[in-house]
């Protein structure tokens, strides 16, 4: 079975680092982008950028550049949505999707919930 | 960047209804067009790529159309099970990816 499964919520403070995962299995992981998309509480989805595994490459949003980082770690199938300093407002559900290279974002994560609360 | 535009925001409809809702690029996006479905508390699930193409295992009830900036979803008898908010994704491969803001089908 095709699947991304995502790392379990996490809540943090403003100014704190966080990474979460997307581990895949039953596909080649290096076949396909993985994205990530935020949804906040209420709200619609944002794509924020995805990865290449086969070479780390990547494109972000200009909403979300230079805030997150993605990253990829192939030798065991997962990529990552990375801060180095949250916000309140990254309060959100974060998914993460297979790219398929012809039918969207056709594989989704169960998402992780980030709170960020003083 | 491409922004998608969908209408209506928000529908109510009944069921065994026929409804449409539209999505527009700001740019043509030839047929790289997706529609997802989202229930409440659930990740997405896509229904439709490359415009018209039906997911695997997804109703024959659900039906999408269109190229270039106008596209739409046609679902042509309302099910319980089909009361959910949709989104449409661009996808074409020379820009970065975006999505629609969302419409809410609701009874």
């Known amino acids: 079975e095709v699947q991304l499964v995502q790392s379990g919520a996490d809540v943090k403070k403003p100014g704190e680092s966080l990474r979460i995962s997307c581990q895949g299995s039953g596909y080649n992981f290096n076949n396909s982008f993985i994205t990530w998309v935020r949804q906040v509480p209420g709200k619609g989805l944002e794509w924020m950028g995805r990865?290449?595994?086969?070479?780390?490459?990547?494109n972000y949003s200009p909403s979300f550049q230079g805030h997150v980082t993605i990253l990829v770690d192939k030798s065991i199938n997962t990529a990552y949505l990375q801060w180095s300093s949250l916000k309140p407002s990254d309060i959100a559900i974060y998914y993460c999707?297979?790219?398929?290279?012809?039918?969207?974002?056709?594989?989704w994560g169960q998402g992780t919930s980030v709170t960020v609360s003083s | 960047d491409i922004q998608m535009t969908q209408s209506p925001s928000s529908l109510s409809a009944s069921v065994g209804d026929r409804v449409t809702i539209t999505c527009r690029a700001s740019q043509s996006i030839t047929r790289w067009l997706a529609w997802y479905q989202q229930k409440p508390g659930k990740a997405p699930k896509l229904l439709i790529y490359?415009?018209?193409i039906l997911e695997s295992g997804v109703p024959s009830r659900f039906s999408g159309s269109g190229s270039g900036t106008e596209f739409t979803l046609t679902i042509s008898s309302l099910q319980p099970d089909d009361f959910a908010t949709y989104y449409c994704?661009?996808?074409?491969?020379?820009?970065?990816?975006?999505f629609g803001q969302g419409t809410k089908l609701e009874i």
């Open positions: 990865i290449d595994p086969s070479d780390s490459s990547t």
């Open positions: 999707a297979r790219q398929s290279a012809v039918a969207g974002l056709d594989v």
């Open positions: 490359k415009a018209s």
């Open positions: 994704q661009q996808y074409n491969r020379y820009s970065l990816y975006s």
